[in-house]
Nanobody, 122 residues
Framework: VQLQASGGGVVQAGGSLRLSCAAS????????MGWFRRPPEKEREFVAG????????YYADSVEGRFTISRDNAENTVYLQMSSLKPEDTAVYYC????????????????WGQGTLVTVSS
């Protein structure tokens, strides 16, 4: 399984950005997918997760109410809509996937994409 993340860039504080992560090599309609991020000089942290049918989502407290995760199983793609961005959201964002929910949200996902850099300027 390959995960290809895209959509990163530079945005001003208060702005919005949408990240995409396309999965190939295997259909992931029954698997959990999610996003993590690694801020500069910090450890990787969980951002958001979504279950296989999109009916259940889970967010880190730091992004709750500002970020929305969604998925399109027909396109094997997961999205992260980020709004009201803050400078502290600056990070390399990674998408991840696993058939086991708890493995995903605890950062032990089997599949990881390359990162995409999001920079929020103040």
């Amino acid at each position: 399984v390959q995960l290809q993340a895209s959509g990163g860039g530079v945005v001003q504080a208060g702005g919005s950005l949408r990240l995409s992560c396309a999965a190939s090599g295997r259909t992931f309609s029954t698997g959990a997918m999610g996003w993590f991020r690694r801020p500069p000089e910090k450890e990787r942290e969980f951002v958001a997760g979504i279950n296989g049918n999109g009916g259940h989502t889970y967010y880190a407290d730091s992004v709750e109410g500002r970020f929305t995760i969604s998925r399109d199983n027909a396109e094997n793609t997961v999205y992260l809509q980020m709004s009201s961005l803050k400078p502290e959201d600056t990070a390399v964002y990674y998408c991840a996937a696993d058939t086991v929910w708890i493995s995903l949200i605890t950062g032990r996902a089997r599949y990881w994409g390359q990162g995409t850099l999001v920079t929020v300027s103040s």
